[in-house]
Structures are given as C-alpha cells and as structure tokens.
C-alpha cells in the first residue's frame, strides 16, 4: 500500500520521517517530498501495514507534531504546519480576513441583533486602561444572524476542521454524511482569518430566497474533530451559539432565531444600584408549578411568571430584582428536583420554559413593574448527557478543545483558555443585549472550577469597556475567595458564605455541615458583610439563610432535636434567619416560599402556594419587613468604611461588655446624620432569655418598628407612633432590656422629649 502525504508549506529540505506503530523497536524511516506546487508539498509513503506514525523534519511553525495515519483516512492524506491532524479532504484554503466579510454585511445588521465581537487577545499582558490596544477582531459573526435583508449570516469557531458544510430543512440536509448525498446541494462555509488572526472562522451567507419560516441546521464538520462510529474524523455539530433548539431532541437541531421580532415596550429602563436590591431566587418551573391561580397551560412556565409580576405579587411583596435560576436549555426535564444546572446551550433558552420571545416578554415586564432581572449562568461545567461543546474540537483533553478536566457535577469547562473566554464573554453579551436583562449569577466560580482571570475579563468586557456599565456580576464562590473584588463596589458580589453558615449554626443551636459552630465568634464579623473574610464592599456581600443549594430554615433546625421540631419552633428560627438577612451589611436574597416558611431540603424546587395571602401572618411579616428595609436608608447602607465614618457602631457583642461571651448582637446607625433615620438592630440567637443595657445614643422618643411576631411601620404604611405602648423613652441609655430567646428588633428614632 503507497499513502500519499500532502502538506501546506512552501520549504524544500523537509523531511518526512515515519515509523510503524505496531512494532516494539521503533526504527524510522526517512523520505524526502516527490513534489511540489503553489500550495505545498507531497511525499510518498510505502507501507505495508494499515497504520504508522510520522513527523517532519525542519519545518518553521510545525512544534514537531507526532501524527498518526490509519487505514480508514484513505490513500491520500493532507496535513497543515500547525495542527496535529491528518485530513482525509484537502484543507480549504483561507478566502481573507474576516473583517472583510464583516465589512459587506455591516449596514445590515439591525441593531437589536447581537453578533458576536469578543477578542481578548489584546489583554495578555495584563488587563489595560480603557484606551487600550484595539481588538484585533471586529466581529467574529458566530451563530446564525439574520440580516435586515432576511438573509443569515451563519459562522462556527473551529480552528482545526479541514472543510466545514451547513446543512439544514433548506437544502434537504444534505452535506457528504447524507445516505443519498447530492453535491449539488451542498453549502460550503468559507474559511477566514479570526480570532487572534489564525484560521478559525468559518462563514456562509444564506440569501433570503433560501430561507424558510422556520430554519432548522446543523454544521457537518470534517477533520479536526475526533473519530465518529465509522472511525472517521467528521462529525454533526451543533452550534455553540445558538438561541434555541429545535422540536425534534433527538436529533437536536439547532433553530434560527431573529431576536428583532420582539417590539420591547420599555426602552428607558435603567438598572437599579446593587445596593438597593431585594434579590428574589426563583426556579421558573418550581415557581408556579401547582398555582391554582395560574391557568393550567400556563404553569411552570415563562408565562406563569409572567403573570405573577402582571398581578402585582413582586411589586406587594417588595422584591425588586428576580434571580432566574438556569434558563439555558438543558437535557433533563423540568420536575420538583431538576434545577437546570446541567446546561448543554448556553446561549439557548430551555423550550420547557417558552419560546425565546416569552422569555423576552418576561423580562419586559418585570422592567415595566420596577424588577430586574438577573439569569444564573453555568460556565463551570456542562450536562454529561447532551452538550454542543463535547468533541467539538478535537484536542489532548477528554472532550476536546472547550474542557480541561472536571468537576463534582460533571466537566469542566476550560476557561483559561482565551478562545474558550471569548466565547463565554459573547454568550454574555448575546444575552444581556437581545434580552436586555441586567445581570449574572455564576454558578461554582471557585478557582478549582473556574479561571478567575475569566471572570476579571468578562467584567472589563461588559464593564469597563462599557458594553454595559451597570451590569450586576454576581458569583458562588464558596468558600469566598477575596481577588474577585477588585475595588470592592466595581468587583463581583458573591453569595456570603460567612453569613449563611455562621447563621444556619445559630439557628439550628448546634454545628452546620461538620466545621461553622454556633458560637459568637465572628458574629459581629459576618453581620458587617464578612468584611474580616473577604469582601472590600457591601456590594461584594449577598446575603442568604436559604438557597436552592441549602435546606430551609425549617427543615435545617428540625434536624437538632424533638426540641426544635415543633412548628412553632421552626417558625420563629424561620423569622430570626430572614430578619437577619433582611438587616445585616451587605444585600439580601430570598429563596422563593420562604416569604411562605416552605420546610423543604436542599435542591427541591416545588411548593404548596397558600390559598389567601392577605390572612397568611408570616408572608404578611415578611412584606413588611421587606418594605422597611426599602424604606428606610438606614437598613441597606452602602460602603466599604461605615463604622469608620461614623455611620455604623456595635452597641452589643459577645466582645463587648454588653453581651459579653453570648450570641446576641446589636449595631446602631446614622446613614446621613440626620436624627430621624437613625436605627437600632437587636438581636439574641441564645435559646434563653439575655438582659442587657442598651446605649441608643440619641435622646427622645424610639419606635420598634419590628420584631420577630410583628411589623409596625409609621404613617402612611403602618400605624405606629410615639403613644404605641412598646416605644422606648430614653436619656440615651435603656437599662436591663431583656432580650428573648430566638429574638430580634428594629427601632427608630422618632422625636425628641422634653427632658432634653
């Protein structure tokens, strides 16, 4: 058998040496090329058995890559300096720059449409100012992009593939894999200089005559990519940046989407400051699946959340910001413990859910009622079952080029590497400029899972480049990792581990998950946003007692004993852990049904609505707690120097006299040295009874505002006054208030006396 070895460079004292797998003693052989023309090199190889390894000599760019030729390639092989492979087709050759391509298509792009442009080439050496060096790469066009003439632009990232086809419903799927191929109808994608100005893009333009309704593709990728069934290096691929999957999931065919359809009603939405959120965590699915009040078609769905917001029930309850758990498509069907976060599309929208535009319209509406909306994204990893990203490329890694190991919930995504970054970074911009929505949350951003280097990256893209200023970068970084600040307000917030754990402790009266006690160390600590742990700002703390990932407050305690498994019991360390929440430095996040008292364990979505919300006493103190915190400056100030600047001061700890070796805490705050929005917190998470002196500091007339069984705000939202019988007159200092087990209190300033 003769095997004939094409390669594309242009020197003639190459050599060829190849030696046979099979045999114990390597011994090589030497050839040298036979011929040459415009595009390179052959050589001839006679080899009498089916498979052999080789390797070329003196070759500028060629980092001495061992390649292996089986049988199933053919007779004729081609290869390139700078990849490992061995093609069974020649190699397209590259058409120019795409730039280029950009440049024909550039006044057709709407502008609601997001094409992809991430270049991070520019910041190896270091994140730079602002002015830095330009991205190489314009726009890199990835996806399929429909054009204002109703053609699409499709475009797939592969920097080792010999030749790429699109084949869809428009040309009746044909591509070389069809069981009754048609060249004729085969549509090529051109190969162009990208990122990094390597070959790596592939590009076509479907003329709008070629389009139907509803376009269905695939890209049939050959060479570069690892062995199929057949043992041949092609493959089917499914598009990295499509926006929705369509209707058969067996063969999971990637749909077009045009996210111009959609005709936003608010245009002038502003995302509101972190520091004045009231994050609500809410599974779509879970959210109203069961509601009796919600249409039966409707439930689990965008448009049973949709619903919810259009009857009031955020705006009543004072939420302010709703944290979408994964909305990307992802193979396991939706249920009480399917979380979504096995992802196989991450610029996809999960069908279960809606369509594309629902999700849209979701968004809209929340904007319309004064809610933001932030999506949980899941980089670290992808679903083991179905992912577009798995043997995409072919590389030394399990997976391919877009993986580098794994992780407890599957493989990891290899987000150190740049071109991988790019993409990410793209996917989120896609979905900030098509949906508009405000911001992220990024699931298990520990540096074992997730490059940190990405994430300071993705923020310079989308912030500081200005893409979108105010976007809302948050992370669950557990255990909390401090290099994710930066400069505290302009770092990513994270999900306060410090608080949930120290408070679950408290709570339960016992240890949290083997290694947080319930002690009073670091109590003061993680109520000024963990800023002895890791945060620089209170916008780096989002506090949280329950979570999709964590039992509720309910189902937590009950597990300590019969004496905390009463539902009166379970009721009040339910009360304690949200008003701790709803008052420490830092800002809040509920997990939905909690404003419910929902006993459920960790990873469960679904819950039992209550039939009449206005006789319902704890979602009713929940609202009102969650109202005053809205209210009053005093419960969510914002700062990296609080107590420092006179703002805020412990007046109880269990380093103070007051207080001293218990588990009771308490602060006083001036947020703008204006009497009137002083406040004071108390808290006692003892199991007994705590009597302390009480330093207020300023004279007159103090309101409890709230406690543990009621909320009681002044006029117009409640009815409190200095003549309730539970307001405190004091000269400064109240002497032996008694402090109840399992308790906490807000108070008020509200008016001088006559003594003073």
């Known amino acids: 058998m003769e095997v004939t070895i094409h390669l594309r460079a242009n020197r003639e004292n190459i050599k060829l040496e190849y030696w046979h797998t099979h045999r114990y003693r390597r011994q090589i052989h030497q050839v040298g090329p036979v011929g040459a023309d415009q595009e390179g090199l052959w050589f001839k190889v006679g080899a009498g058995p089916s498979s052999f390894n080789f390797r070329f000599s003196n070759l500028d760019g060629d980092p001495g890559f061992e390649r292996f030729y089986g049988n199933y390639l053919g007779r004729e092989v081609w290869c390139l300096p700078d990849q490992p492979d061995v093609y069974s087709v020649k190699p397209a050759t590259v058409k120019g720059h795409a730039n280029q391509f950009y440049q024909q298509i550039r006044p057709l792009g709407p502008e609601e449409l997001y094409l992809p442009e991430t270049d991070i080439s520019y910041l190896r050496e270091g994140i730079p100012p602002q002015s830095g060096k330009k991205q190489s790469l314009e726009k890199s066009m990835l996806g399929a992009n429909v054009l204002k003439d109703d053609s699409i632009i499709f475009g797939l990232f592969h920097p080792r593939a010999a030749q790429v086809y699109l084949t869809g419903n428009f040309n009746d799927w044909q591509c070389p894999a069809h069981s009754r191929p048609n060249s004729e109808k085969f549509l090529p994608l051109d190969l162009y200089q990208g990122y990094y100005d390597h070959r790596n893009l592939w590009l076509l333009r479907l003329p709008a005559d070629q389009v139907r309704e509803k376009v269905e593709y695939l890209f049939y990728v050959v060479g570069g990519v690892p062995l199929d069934g057949n043992r041949r290096p092609e493959r089917y691929l499914h598009d990295p940046m499509t926006r929705s999957y369509g209707g058969d999931y067996s063969r999971n065919p990637s749909l077009v989407v045009d996210p111009t359809s959609y005709r936003w009603k608010v245009d002038n939405w502003k995302t509101p400051n972190l520091s004045d959120l009231i994050i609500y965590e809410m599974n779509v699915y879970g959210f109203t699946e069961g509601d009796s009040d919600i249409p039966l078609e409707e439930q689990g769905k965008f448009s049973g959340v949709i619903r919810r917001i259009k009857n009031g029930y955020f705006k009543d309850l004072g939420i302010n910001a709703l944290g979408l758990m994964p909305t990307s498509e992802a ?164 999900w306060n581990d410090p608080f949930h754990d120290k408070i679950k402790a408290l709570l339960r009266e016992g240890v949290y998950q083997d290694w947080v006690d319930d002690s009073p160390e670091h109590l003061g600590d993680v109520f000024y946003f963990s800023r002895k742990f890791y945060a620089l700002h209170t916008n780096n703390a989002i506090n949280y007692s329950e979570s999709h990932d964590e039992n509720s407050v309910p189902f937590e305690v009950a597990t300590d004993g019969p004496f905390l498994q009463t539902e009166s019991a379970k009721e009040r360390k339910a009360r304690l852990g949200l008003m701790a929440t709803l008052t420490a430095l830092g800002q809040p996040m509920l997990y939905m049904g909690q404003e419910f008292n929902v006993d459920r364990p960790r990873n469960r979505v679904q819950f039992t609505w209550p039939d009449d919300l206005s006789k319902h006493q704890f979602y009713q103190w929940v609202k009102g707690l969650i109202n005053l915190r809205r209210r009053y400056p005093g419960l969510r100030m914002s700062g990296s120097n609080l107590a420092e600047e006179g703002k805020f001061q412990f007046i109880v700890g269990p380093w103070l006299e007051q207080g001293k070796g218990r588990s009771v805490i308490g602060w006083r705050v001036d947020p703008n040295g204006e009497p009137w929005e002083r406040m004071v917190v108390l808290f006692n998470f003892e199991p007994y009874d705590i009597t302390v002196d009480i330093d207020f500091g300023s004279p007159g007339k103090w309101l409890k505002l709230a406690d543990i069984d009621r909320v009681n705000d002044i006029a117009p939202l409640g009815a409190n006054s200095v003549q309730d019988q539970a307001t405190i007159d004091t000269r400064g200092n109240f002497e032996g208030f008694t402090l109840p087990s399992s308790s906490g209190f807000v108070y008020k300033w509200e008016r001088e006396t006559s003594y003073q």
């Open 331 to 494: 193979p396991s069907l939706q249920g009480p413990t399917a979380l979504g976060y096995d992802p196989c599309g991450f610029a996809s929208i999960e069908r279960d859910f809606g369509t594309t535009e629902e999700f849209r319209e979701l968004v809209d509406t929340a904007h319309q009622h004064g809610i933001a909306v932030l999506l949980d994204l899941v980089f670290n990893h992808t679903s083991n079952t179905f992912n577009p990203l798995w043997d995409a490329i072919s590389d030394s890694n399990p997976g391919g080029f877009y993986f580098s190991g794994g992780t407890p919930w599957g493989n990891r995504v290899a987000t150190e590497r740049e071109e991988v970054q790019d993409y990410l970074i793209d996917v989120t911009k896609l979905l900030l400029k098509e949906y508009r929505v405000d911001g992220f949350r990024f699931d298990a951003t520990h540096s074992s899972w997730m490059d940190h280097n990405f994430l300071r990256r993705l923020q310079y893209e989308v912030r500081d480049r200005g893409f979108k200023p105010d976007c809302i970068l948050i992370v669950e970084n557990l255990p909390n990792e401090s290099d994710l600040n930066l400069e505290g307000w302009n770092g990513f917030a994270q």
